[in-house]
């Protein structure tokens, strides 16, 4: 049973996945493709959360939480860069 | 007992799904930034949160091996998305709009990204008394 719900939970984070490509790619303004950015991190540390469960290993956490990290201070400095100009005053 | 977690862990799993599609679908459907910003930081955070309790629970219950990284990417991802959000919010006023076209703000200060800091703007009117 928890083999079905990954299925659909990786078709679910695919599709959303591909939404956010969209809007990054189509996005109006800067902050459109920043945000899109960052819900595309959010959504990959989803799917290698469940691709550690289908393979039942905790090897992978350390890339999520890699990822995150990673994922939040890139949009702060790309956030930064747009405010002041400079990402480090 | 093991019936009853995987029930319980598939529940979260598809929820999570759902909940992380939904905030990137209303990521292309709705019209505006401001309301673009809410889909994200708010449900495809909630759908992490719920597919990252269901990896606790399933290594805690049906593999028998307590982790702990989950409840860190959990308090990391949740601690950040109203941050994330206000940067956003913050580099979109910047960029795209006017300060004369926004409403006031109704208090004391104007809006952050036009105007100084208050601690530094009341020093910078008592150098220019000076």
């Given at each position: 049973m928890i083999f079905y719900a990954l299925v659909f939970a990786f078709a679910a984070i695919g599709a959303g996945l591909m939404c956010n490509l969209w809007r990054l790619l189509q996005g109006p303004s800067i902050a459109d493709r920043i945000l899109a950015l960052d819900t595309m991190v959010i959504n990959s540390i989803a799917l290698i959360i469940l691709y550690g469960v289908l393979q039942g290993r905790t090897v992978l956490f350390e890339a999520a939480i890699l990822f995150a990290m990673v994922g939040f201070i890139s949009t702060v400095a790309y956030c930064k860069f747009v405010l002041r100009g400079d990402i480090i005053e | 007992m093991t019936f009853f977690a995987e029930i319980l862990i598939s529940l979260l799993i598809v929820a999570g799904g759902f909940f992380a599609f939904v905030g990137s679908f209303g990521l292309i459907k709705l019209p505006e930034i401001m309301q673009r910003l809410h889909a994200p930081t708010k449900a495809t955070t909630l759908g992490v949160g719920s597919v990252l309790v269901a990896s606790m629970l399933y290594f805690l219950i049906i593999e028998g091996s307590p982790s702990i990284h989950e409840l860190v990417i959990t308090l990391f991802l949740f601690l950040t998305a109203p941050i994330t959000a206000n940067f956003v919010a913050k580099a979109h006023l910047h960029e795209d709009q006017h300060p004369e076209a926004l409403p006031p703000?109704?208090?004391?200060?104007?809006?952050a990204t036009f105007d100084a800091p208050p601690d530094q703007r009341v020093a910078g009117q008592e150098r220019g008394a000076d």
């Open positions: - | 703000t109704g208090g004391e200060h104007g809006w």
